[in-house]
């Protein structure tokens, strides 16, 4: 039996041969042309004034939160649908990460849900395009402006999705992609971080190259201590290829998600919602399943028939450690980790075959 993928990649090994050829025939593996032009590549794309590459987008959400000087006694609200690592940067750095509920439909914090939990202690915000959705980024944004909080956009897994006709990466203070094999464009590893300001920037260029800012004589100036969380030519290489197709992309999945919903919504499966001002690029399709539905039961009946899926994604608050530590309770988040499932989405699947697939796993229940 052939295993349906959850995801496949939008690269492949023809695509990248020449130029992989030609660093391993220059040596310059790290700090070369790809990795500047990527940096160019993604500045044009998103409308951002400065691209930083980074090995993660979690390295990348952690060296934001450094630049904005985030430590012991400091609070960052944070969405409380996503993956752990948004939680988890803030917690690394001594700071209190408080969780924001999310909308049920959009899947994503609302302005009005985090106006009360702003005060003294909060020194920023982030907010997450959940599974890609940046449905309410604006909103945040503007509360954020008003109250003169920094607002860093975890656009993990947002590439390509906009709201009112502005891309993700120029919209937020700060903003962090993944390239994790999970995402429309994929370096094996790697993210960015992008920002309109300039001395930012400069922090940003000097930091994710170990302190290191012009030269001394013949040698780097340290002008301060740093670290080493560049990505390397080999996956430029990938994340150029990819994003030259991204729009072809963005198509597709949409076109799949159609599919899907014209399938599922009469069996009583609902659709992650966007606002119509939205531009999803469908990162992740996920369905809350129908009431009554197993929504364990349903991933092991596709895994049994072939078809790979898992949930939308985690309610942070409600994981073992931060349950022990903070004792949250955030009803929607919650309930989306419980009944939500992710399927399989890229250009090929067979829709049906995977809808067939969740009507025999409903039925012999």
Known sequence: MNTIRLMKPYVSFDEVEAEFRSVFSSGIFTRGEHVEAFRKDLARFTGAKHVHL???????????????????????????FSFPATANVVEDLGARPV?????????????????????????????VDALGNPSGLHAISTLCRSRGIPLIEDAACAIGSSEADQRCGSIADLTCFSFHPRKLISTGEGGAITTNRDDWSQWLDMKLSHGARGMKGVALDFVDFGYNFRLPELQAVMGRKQLAKIEDILVERNQVRDAYRAMLEPMGFVAQRAHPDVRFNVQSLVFAVPPGCSRDGLIAGLKARGVESTIGTYS?????????????????????????????????????VVCNAIQDSLVSR
Not at 59 to 67: D, E, F, H, I
Not at 321 to 339: D, H, I, M, Q
């Open 54 to 80: 980074a090995t993660s987008a979690t390295t990348a959400l952690w060296v934001c939160l450094k630049l904005l000087g985030i430590g012991p006694g400091d609070e960052v609200v944070i969405s409380d």
């Open 99 to 127: 969780f924001a509920d999310v909308c049920r439909d959009t899947y994503n914090m609302l302005a009005d849900t985090l106006a009360p939990l702003l005060g003294p202690r909060t020194k920023a915000v982030i907010f």
């Open 316 to 352: 942070l608050s409600a994981t073992t450690y931060y349950t022990a530590k903070y004792a949250v309770n955030n009803p929607n988040s919650r309930w989306l980790e419980a009944n939500t499932i992710t399927l399989p989405c890229y250009g090929g699947v067979d829709v049906q």
